[in-house]
T-cell receptor, first 113, second 113 residues
Framework: NAGVTQTPKFQVLKTGQSMTLQCAQD?????MSWYRQDPGMGLRLIHY???????DQGEVPNGYNVSRSTTEDFPLRLLSAAPSQTSVYFC????????????FGQGTRLTVV | AQSVSQHNHHVILSEAASLELGCNYS??????LFWYVQYPGQHLQLLLK??????LVKGIKGFEAEFIKSKFSFNLRKPSVQWSDTAEYFC???????????FGKGTTLSVSS
């Protein structure tokens, strides 16, 4: 049981480049979400999904797109990377309608130069 | 807006000292409460959680937290810290089962041996 798997672990992008951060979970969790972690800011919610085909914006969605074609996968896309998107990104999943915690991936450290 | 406040940005303790980290949340309805820990370079791991019942909850590694509904607080405690407790600690709340966690900005704990 791998839990939540994120790839890549590290990435350097040039301003204006695009990329996709991958997230997969094998726990059959309906709810998946993406956070970014910046020093002194805690974790801020970017986008979330309550099931396949359903996504919604979180606190800081600008510059990011998501899709949810399957229960397992929830990729995060940066269409045109900016230095302000330099951050550590965490994917998380949890069951809906259940008092359980969220499980986190190992994170992706992204640097935009 | 719903929010979580962690009172201490950086706490420095000597080994064997007692620890208390403050956490307050902004909404007075039914809440699920969590403390997560992030060791240097690692992802978030659950320390403990509160959903209902006994307001004093015990977690891993000797940590405990007390939910005080009248104060909207969920403070984290440990009677005697160890050098290995050096990490960043996040308080989080969800206002509906299975939905997004809202995080505080985190408290960095440094324990000297």
């Amino acid at each position: 049981n791998a839990g939540v798997t994120q790839t890549p672990k590290f990435q350097v992008l040039k301003t204006g480049q695009s990329m996709t951060l991958q997230c997969a979970q094998d726990m059959n969790h309906e709810y998946m979400s993406w956070y970014r972690q910046d020093p002194g800011m805690g974790l801020r919610l970017i986008h979330y999904s309550v099931g396949a085909g359903i996504t919604d914006q979180g606190e800081v969605p600008n510059g990011y797109n998501v899709s949810r074609s399957t229960t397992e996968d929830f990729p995060l896309r940066l269409l045109s990377a900016a230095p302000s998107q330099t951050s550590v990104y965490f994917c998380a999943s949890r069951l809906i309608d259940s008092n359980t915690e969220a499980f986190f991936g190992q994170g992706t450290r992204l640097t935009v130069v | 807006a719903q929010s979580v406040s962690q009172h201490n940005h950086h706490v420095i303790l000597s080994e064997a000292a007692s620890l208390e980290l403050g956490c307050n949340y902004s909404y007075g309805g039914t809440v699920n409460l969590f403390w997560y820990v992030q060791y240097p370079g690692q992802h978030l791991q659950l320390l403990l959680k509160y959903f209902s019942g006994d307001p004093l909850v015990k977690g891993i590694k000797g940590f405990e937290a007390e939910f005080i509904k009248s104060k909207f607080s969920f403070n984290l405690r440990k009677p005697s810290v160890q050098w290995s407790d050096t990490a960043e600690y996040f308080c989080a709340v969800s206002y509906q089962a299975g939905t997004a966690l809202i995080f505080g900005k985190g408290t960095t704990l440094s324990v000297s041996s």
